[in-house]
Every structure is written in structure tokens, then in C-alpha cells.
């Protein structure tokens, strides 16, 4: 069993930065693609990033130029760098994981992935 393990979420002012991570702790997963979603309680939920085991990335237009996601392989964590934050990036932020194989990057739908982090809550202070 594949458990992602996410870390550095908390409360900033807007304007701020802030890294989210998420560790693969425990299961055979080594070179799936890894993602980072989010989600606001009501909404459904909304791709950020994801990021292949050689470094293809695909994010969403909406967070291009002020989020960047990136992964340690020998680490086998994942990190969602996020800049001038803004009280609309407040959200539950989660880390996923694709064991089916892939090519590329451009997976952005929740059903693409196989394993969820428990998320890691963002609240940005206007």
C-alpha cells in the first residue's frame, strides 16, 4: 500500500510563499507520476500540478508563473512551491500518485490518479 505523506501547509499572509511537500512513505512506488490538486470545502476539486519521473510538467494555466511544483526521486517526495499568495489559493491541498502507466504529464483529473495524501490545509490571510 502506497501512503503519501504531505507536510507544510499552514496559515500566511497574502503576498507571502510557502512549499508544500509530500513524501511517499511506505509501497513500491518509484516512478509514477505525482500531482498536487486542491480543494476549497463545497467545490470540487482542482488540478495545481503534476510532474512525471523525468521532470515533464504540466500545470494549470490559472497557477503558471507563481506555482511550481517539483520531486527528489531519491527522496520520493514531491514539493508544490507557492508565490504571492493570494486569500483565493486558501484551499485543502493534496498530493497524488499514478501507479498505472503514463506518458508525459498531462494527467489532470482526480480519476488519473490511484493514491491520496490525507491533505495539507493553506489559508492565506488578505
Known amino acids: 500500500q502506497v501512503v503519501l505523506v504531505e507536510s507544510g501547509g499552514g496559515t500566511v499572509q497574502a503576498g507571502s510563499s510557502l512549499t508544500v511537500s509530500c513524501r511517499v512513505s511506505?509501497?513500491?512506488?518509484?516512478?509514477?507520476?505525482m500531482a498536487w490538486f486542491r480543494q476549497v470545502i463545497g467545490l470540487e476539486m482542482e488540478f495545481v500540478a503534476a510532474?512525471?519521473?523525468?521532470?515533464?510538467?504540466t500545470a494549470a494555466d490559472s497557477m503558471k508563473g507563481r506555482f511550481t511544483i517539483s520531486r527528489d526521486n531519491a527522496k520520493r517526495t514531491e514539493y508544490l512551491q507557492m508565490n504571492n499568495l493570494a486569500p483565493e489559493d486558501t484551499a485543502i491541498y493534496f498530493c497524488?500518485?499514478?501507479?498505472?502507466?503514463?506518458?508525459?504529464?498531462?494527467?489532470?483529473?482526480?480519476?488519473?490518479?490511484?493514491?491520496w495524501g490525507q491533505g495539507t490545509q493553506v489559508t492565506v490571510s488578505s
Open positions: 510532474i512525471s519521473w523525468a521532470g515533464s510538467i
Open positions: 497524488a500518485a499514478r501507479a498505472r502507466s503514463s506518458t508525459g504529464s498531462e494527467y489532470t483529473q482526480p480519476s488519473d490518479y490511484d493514491y
Open positions: 511506505s509501497g513500491a512506488f518509484n516512478r509514477g507520476l
